[in-house]
């Protein structure tokens, strides 16, 4: 569980560092995209700053062993930027931009659970041994 953990983790944090990039530093590339986005200079920015954080939150916390439960705020913060990307592409009728956002989102939930509930559960249970 561990090594598809790390897996998604890397996968996500490369695409998100991606994303998040390109709204940041290729505005006019992503624009031409999403072309519902091309006036929303300062929304872009923001979720391109978002992402960059999330994919350094799903990442270094486990690296450096400081405060690992930001794993699981940030994959929790990257899914819900995908419920919302998935709603306001559903409303522009960018259908296309949807086969991207639910994988996305169904990996960051994976993480959510895998690094938040599941291992939070593995610690409470009683030890067999002890019993």
Known sequence: MKIALWTV??????VFVASGSMKL???????????????????????GIAEL????GLI????????????????????TIMVLATGFHLMHG?????AVTVPIF???AFVVYGRG???KQEKTKPNKATS
């Open 9 to 14: 983790q890397i996968l996500l944090a490369l």
């Open 25 to 47: 530093f290729a505005f006019d590339q992503f624009a031409a995209s999403a072309p519902s986005l091309a006036g929303q200079h300062g929304l872009v920015t923001f979720i």
């Open 53 to 56: 954080a999330g994919a350094l």
């Open 60 to 79: 270094l916390p486990g690296l450096t062993r400081i405060f690992p439960a930001l794993t699981t705020w940030a994959a929790a913060g990257l899914a």
């Open 94 to 98: 960018e259908y296309s931009h949807i």
């Open 106 to 108: 169904a990996l960051a």
């Open 117 to 119: 509930f599941h291992t």
